[in-house]
């Protein structure tokens, strides 16, 4: 704290000394900082990505709502509290969104509820496997000379010296 000090003829305050403003310093960079110290909780959004998918492969939107919709609406919470770079909370939702996600997957599962799978079998994705030859559309000609044809522009054209 300042200090008001009495000099012969006028007031002087005192500021505290060099190392006081130091100490104030470091203090409010460790206190306004503090995602500096806390680690990212990203095996906590592995965790919570993983149970949703889980209870999304169960049926749990339909088998268990209310619990369903908690675990997302958490997830949710987690998502927008890391990008405001509050990681304490953001990790404190999505455990709970994890917590939430694992409660529907087994109540889905006691309600008999079968898994499928959310990962497209490779005939849904993969085109057609390409044919031995190219087949030119009815009435197209292809977009390449054939030996038949270069054979026969040869022997139209002469020697071609």
């Known amino acids: 704290m300042p200090k008001l000090v009495f000099a012969s003829h006028h007031f002087r305050i005192q500021l505290p000394s060099k190392s006081y403003w130091a100490l ?3 203090f409010f960079f460790a ?9 990212r909780p990203i095996q906590e959004f592995s965790d919570q990505d993983a149970a949703l998918k889980a209870a ?15 675990a997302e609406e958490y997830s949710i919470r987690a998502l ?6 509050n990681f304490l909370v953001a990790r404190e939702y999505a455990v709970k969104s994890r917590e939430y996600a694992e409660k529907a997957e087994w109540l889905a599962l006691l309600k008999g509820q079968t898994r499928e799978s959310l990962v497209p079998q490779i005939d ?3 085109p057609p496997p390409p044919k031995d030859e190219y087949q030119a ?21 002469g020697s071609g010296q």
């Open 137 to 157: 559309p009815p009435g197209a000609r292809p977009g390449f000379i054939t030996k038949e044809e270069e054979a026969a522009a040869g022997q139209k054209g």
């Open 24 to 26: 104030m310093g470091v």
């Open 31 to 39: 206190v306004s900082s503090c995602s500096l110290f806390v680690g």
């Open 56 to 70: 999304r492969e169960l049926g749990a939107q339909t088998a268990a709502p209310e619990l369903y919709r908690k």
């Open 80 to 85: 927008n509290e890391y990008k405001a770079k």
């Open 124 to 126: 849904e994705i993969a």
